[in-house]
């Protein structure tokens, strides 16, 4: 584990700012005010993580840890609200899902990390990952009045990250360093959504007998 902790403080801050940034950019697309566009950028980027916190009894929550990060993510909207109304810079749906898919890889990987760290059996934390991965894009679009697209898109989302949460699971008991895992892992999680979105990859839907 020499030398996880910084290496867990550079993903989960990566993964922050950009599920941050994608509430950001679903918040000017649904044109929201200012403060709604932070509670908006905040519930994308801490409420995976905080659940994963509450699930896994883990105090303090990440973002009181570093709550620095509040700051930065303050500034953030601040900065971009500001941008936006003079540039009148507008963004589209798919302009969100490039900065969403990096949070899907980084959070995927550290929250399954975190869980072994405390003895979490594998299933375990490869469902710690995936929480902490997706749990903020649903709050993102329950808030803002949508269907929670990992729902309805049909393009692998939760699958990618537990895909790359399995990764980081197979680092470490192969005895590779936490960095190392927490790369892998958060590499194929990212290049697997990203794969899926450029492909046009399905998950097949329930579909209901008349």
Request: hydrophobic share 55%; charged share 15%; glycine share 10%.
């Amino acid at each position: 584990m020499d030398g996880w902790p910084s290496w867990r403080g550079v993903i989960e801050f990566g993964a922050t700012l950009a599920f941050a940034l994608s509430g950001l950019i679903e918040a000017s697309r649904k044109k929201l005010d200012v403060v709604g566009v932070c509670v908006v950028a905040f519930l994308t980027a801490f409420g995976g993580g905080t659940l994963r916190d509450v699930l896994l009894d883990r105090r303090p929550f990440f973002w009181v840890e570093h709550a620095h990060w509040i700051s930065a993510l303050l500034v953030l909207c601040v900065a971009s609200m500001l941008l936006l109304r003079t540039r009148h810079i507008h963004f589209t749906a798919r302009a969100m899902q490039w900065p969403d898919a990096v949070g899907l890889g980084l959070f995927a990987a550290s929250g399954t990390q975190i869980a072994l760290d405390v003895q979490m059996p594998a299933i375990v934390a490869a469902l710690m990952g995936t929480v902490t991965a997706v749990f903020g894009g649903v709050l993102r679009d329950v808030v803002c009045n949508d269907i929670p697209r990992t729902f309805i898109d049909h393009r692998p989302y939760a699958v990618c990250a537990f895909a790359g949460a399995w990764v980081v699971i197979g680092a470490d008991a192969l005895g590779l360093a936490a960095g190392v895992g927490l790369v892998l892992g958060g590499a194929v999680a990212m290049t697997l959504r990203a794969l899926a979105l450029w492909l046009g990859w399905r998950v097949p839907a329930w579909r209901q007998q008349d």
